[in-house]
């Protein structure tokens, strides 16, 4: 859920730490396998349907990992990441924790609200209360391609309250009446992630209270109109994560496609898919793949991954490509799948740069892996060089392969700006914050972010970041080794 700027390198620890836990394909084909098996009438040969895989892959990749939380969240009733059915808003109470393993990398400053929406038979209104102008918040609004299409947020409400309508990509309706906004979606199936800021654990009361007046409706109720006829039911197959690992994925990708209006810059690649049998609403029979077919769609998800890792180290790790990249509308993105790939990779729902800044800790100051079972690190904030923001910013704690939360005695996963008044200064008035396994000892630990006995990142967030930030003419500290 979260985008992140890297300083990644191309070293086994990096890809312990990001890559090695998505790639759980075979990158080369089988001992014996011919480079190109002889094609069936109308069939792709084998080197041309793994050209196609990969291709499918990267550009697929993000529909069917948007597919997986859709699933977990709003249709598998039974599931221990569900929220709410469809068109119904749920809460977390509390912000995450390690027990949350529905999404990587996750936000522990805010706790969540969480809306999938299907948008088929009418639009849906958002009303938001008065927020006042002190609290973060906003909703992001996410399409089935994983594109950030709008916010709702302070900079649109100004903190007061509102409604704001949703609409899929075949309603032509005007604006109704007592509608702030109207914000179109490219596919009739959106998601919609609410981040309320909680201030200290006190405010959890006030959090859950503005969670509560959260309130979505159809149109029709909102206007008192007649409801319209409802849409046709969907067969939404169950994830299985062992599936979308392998030609699986395929079959999730031809489910989805009827939902992915066509954008004509993809229809090349919509006509390639074809080829090897991802055809919308179209079942795709793994079944009936020859073993020579099934190795080559295997072996383009490799050299897919293979993509990912290459990128990471030769375009993140030079800072040549950031996560405002990475993530926003159709139109920031200009068609490139890859960026959206690795967006997806590295932590799903990354929000837009003006929205909030990632800034992520993955190399000490020396350019080396971090690993808590070999070395205590410090991170220090000079007394006027702590990150420049419009509301809040947070350095959060992730353990390398899991890329979740760290389970610790403090039950702290982060330390952020609200705590400046609990932490302990140094002489000269800066802050020296302690990333580490064991504790510091008692006098510094208030100012300890445990992490995990093992290799561990961490990500600086700042939300409504100025534009110092945005820019990078402000520089985050490095992380020094301190054993």
């Known amino acids: ?31 014996g396998a011919p480079a190109s098996a002889p094609a069936a009438a109308g069939e792709p040969t ?9 291709d499918a892959y ?64 009418e639009p849906l209104v958002l009303s938001i209360p008065a927020m006042g102008d002190k609290r973060y918040f906003s909703v992001q609004l996410i399409d089935l391609y994983t594109f950030n299409f709008d916010y709702i947020n302070q900079a649109l409400t100004k903190g007061k309250a509102g409604n704001f309508l949703i609409a899929g990509p075949d309603w032509k309706g005007e604006t109704p009446k007592g509608v702030d906004k109207v914000i179109r979606s490219e596919t009739p199936f959106a998601y919609a992630l609410f981040r309320t800021q909680l201030f200290d654990p006190k405010d959890l009361d006030n959090v859950k209270r503005l969670q509560s007046q959260y309130k979505v409706q159809p149109l029709s109720a909102f206007a008192g109109t007649p409801a319209p006829a409802a849409p046709p039911a969907v ?31 993809e229809a090349a690649l919509r006509d390639r898919l074809a080829k090897i049998g991802v055809v919308p609403g179209k079942p795709f029979d793994e079944n009936a793949l020859s073993p020579a077919m099934r190795q080559a769609l295997l072996d383009g998800i490799g050299d897919a991954n293979k993509e990912f890792e290459n990128f990471a180290a030769t375009q993140m790790s030079t800072d040549k490509v950031r996560s405002a990249d990475m993530f926003g509308t159709r139109a920031h993105l200009k068609g490139n799948a890859l960026y959206r790939f690795a967006g997806a990779k590295q932590g799903i729902y990354g929000n837009s740069a003006s929205e909030a800044d990632y800034q992520g800790y993955l190399v000490d100051a020396k350019g080396q892996p971090l690993d808590a079972s070999r070395h205590d690190y410090a991170l220090r904030f000079p007394k006027d060089g702590l990150p420049p923001t419009n509301a809040f910013w947070s350095i959060t704690m992730y353990d390398g392969p899991t890329k979740l939360l760290v389970d610790n005695p403090l039950n702290r996963y982060l330390i952020n700006s609200p705590m400046l008044g609990s932490l302990k200064r140094d002489a000269d008035g800066g802050i020296t914050l302690y990333l580490q396994h064991a504790s510091p000892g008692k006098d510094k630990e208030a100012n300890w972010l445990p992490a995990p006995d ?30």
């Open 1 to 31: 859920m979260n985008r992140l700027t890297m300083p990644l390198l191309a070293s086994a620890a990096l890809c312990l730490a990001l890559v090695a836990c998505n790639r759980q394909t075979p990158t080369e084909p089988a001992a």
């Open 46 to 54: 084998a080197d041309e349907a793994r050209a196609i895989a990969k």
């Open 235 to 265: 067969q939404f197959p169950p994830y299985d994560a062992r599936k979308a690992n392998d030609v699986g994925f395929f079959s999730y990708l031809s489910f989805l496609l009827p939902y992915a209006p066509l954008d004509d810059s």
């Open 58 to 121: 990267i550009w697929g990749y993000p529909l069917v990992e948007n597919y997986k939380t859709l699933y977990q969240q709003a249709l598998d009733q039974g599931g221990p990441n569900f929220h709410a059915p469809l068109n119904q808003i749920g809460h977390s109470a509390n912000v995450a924790t390690p027990k949350d393993t529905a999404i990587i990398t996750p936000n522990s400053d805010t706790p969540y609200s969480f809306l999938w929406m299907d948008l088929r038979a």
């Open 454 to 483: 093992g290799p561990f990142y961490a990500i600086l967030r700042n939300y409504s970041p100025k534009p110092e930030v945005i820019d990078r003419t402000w520089t985050r500290p490095p992380l020094e080794t301190t054993r």
